[in-house]
């Protein structure tokens, strides 16, 4: 009983006391692996953040796991939604309920090194500017785990033509997607869902206009993504009939058409870049589009 009554005064102090540091983790049926991930970010040794947890309305025993780290560290808050809002929603929802300097998203999926916080702080005091910082990764792919150095591929450049033309430039296959899993500066951030159209790689284009990410030298995060996974499942029930409208609706009028779609708008309305800027991105947007429809990799 006292053990408890500890916990809800210190929910109470952490209710007035702005953390320096925020974790957004949105999950939807994320029970089979979120311990591994709350117990990895709960490990890390840099200890003023709070963790806010958005359940997509979960029909596993995600609740009752959420529930059960949340009762034993003062630093987390669930959050459950009443139906299902969508990933996208769920993931600018999370973010809005948070309060620090630096925000971070978390998937439930995934695994921090316990510096990984504290090593991205020390390095945005070497240079206030950037907007993000992220380490070197690993990623779970089908054929493996293999590390991805994001130095040969992320846009760090100061100049916002090339960081653009950098990120236009690189592939998913690359760890294009996996930039939004850095910790960022909170007062930078815009909203996922938005007119233009929403999805990871295009807001990471549109935060590329504000500034420029930094890069610890370290392996300090691992995703691993199931998704992968049930899509090579999904791909051998299908019929070669099948097979044909999903490669015709997916490369030619789904998500590459509109990641085009969305970064033209953006490049084309700013005011940041020249002209002949405007058109050489908008060449190499072309170029990304039409490897998209030929590889199947944006």
């Known amino acids: 009983m006292l053990y408890l009554n500890v916990i809800m005064l210190e929910k109470q102090e952490n209710s007035t006391k702005k953390p320096l540091v925020s974790i957004g983790l949105y999950v939807w049926n994320g029970a089979e692996c979120i311990r591994a991930a709350l117990d990895s970010l709960l490990a890390q040794t840099f200890k003023d953040f709070e963790l806010i947890i958005s359940d997509n309305a979960s029909t596993d025993d995600t ?78 792919e089908p054929a493996g785990t293999i590390e991805i150095d994001p130095s040969k591929s992320f846009p760090f450049s100061k100049d916002l033509y090339q960081r653009l033309k950098s990120y236009l430039k690189f592939r998913v296959t690359d760890g294009k997607v996996f930039t939004i899993y850095s910790l960022w500066r909170s007062d930078v951030l815009t909203d996922f869902v938005d007119k233009a159209g929403y999805s990871d790689i295009n807001w990471v284009f549109k935060q590329l206009f504000f500034g420029y990410l930094l890069l610890v030298d370290e392996i300090l995060f691992q995703r691993r993504e199931a998704t992968k996974y049930h899509e090579i499942v999904f791909k051998k029930n299908l019929t070669k009939f099948k097979i044909f409208l999903h490669i015709f609706t997916d ?9 085009s779609r969305v970064h033209l708008k953006y490049i084309w309305r700013s005011r940041a870049l020249t002209k002949t800027e405007k058109i050489k991105l908008s060449l190499w947007e072309g170029f990304a589009y039409l490897r998209g429809i030929w590889t199947g990799h944006y």
């Open 63 to 140: 609740q009752k796991i959420c529930r059960e780290y949340e009762r034993n560290d003062s630093r987390i808050r669930y959050i459950r939604q009443k139906e299902n809002i969508g990933g996208y929603t769920n993931a600018d929802f999370v973010r809005h309920e948070t309060r620090g300097q630096y925000f971070m998203w978390a998937c439930h999926d995934d695994i921090w090194d316990k510096h990984f916080i504290k090593k991205c702080l020390e390095k945005f005091k070497e240079d206030q500017n950037a907007i993000g910082v992220f380490s070197r990764f690993l990623s779970d």
């Open 251 to 259: 490369r030619l009028i789904s998500a590459r058409g509109d990641f």
